[in-house]
Nanobody, 121 residues
Framework: VQLQASGGGLVQAGGSLRLSCAAS????????MGWYRQAPGKQRELVAT???????NYADSVKGRFTISRDNAKRTVYLQMNSLKPEDTAVYYC????????????????WGQGTQVTVSS
């Protein structure tokens, strides 16, 4: 299973970016998908998650500015980031909990390679 993230870049404060992450490989069903980020010198933190049926959860720091969504048919999760702030600067990682077969009892946890988001002031 591979997760391929894209959409990062350099943007001015107040701007917007949209991240995408597509899963491929031996997948029966993807449970929760999410985005995490890690700024220099800091631990990786949760940004947002979304379940298979669309229930979402956000970090307080991004509520009202970021929107997570997914396309189950495309096995893709998105993160729309608006009103970006310099403190949003980080490497953003996508994550997926995957049932690899129809008879899997547990999910396997996979991470994408990370995409850099830089917000200038």
């Amino acid at each position: 299973v591979q997760l391929q993230a894209s959409g990062g870049g350099l943007v001015q404060a107040g701007g917007s970016l949209r991240l995408s992450c597509a899963a491929s490989g031996s997948i029966f069903r993807i449970d929760t998908m999410g985005w995490y980020r890690q700024a220099p010198g800091k631990q990786r933190e949760l940004v947002a998650t979304i379940t298979h049926d669309g229930s979402t959860n956000y970090a307080d720091s991004v509520k009202g500015r970021f929107t997570i969504s997914r396309d189950n048919a495309k096995r893709t999760v998105y993160l729309q980031m608006n009103s970006l702030k310099p403190e949003d600067t980080a490497v953003y990682y996508c994550n997926a909990d995957v049932y690899r077969t129809a008879w899997s009892l547990y999910t396997n946890d996979y991470w994408g390679q990370g995409t850099q988001v830089t917000v200038s002031s």
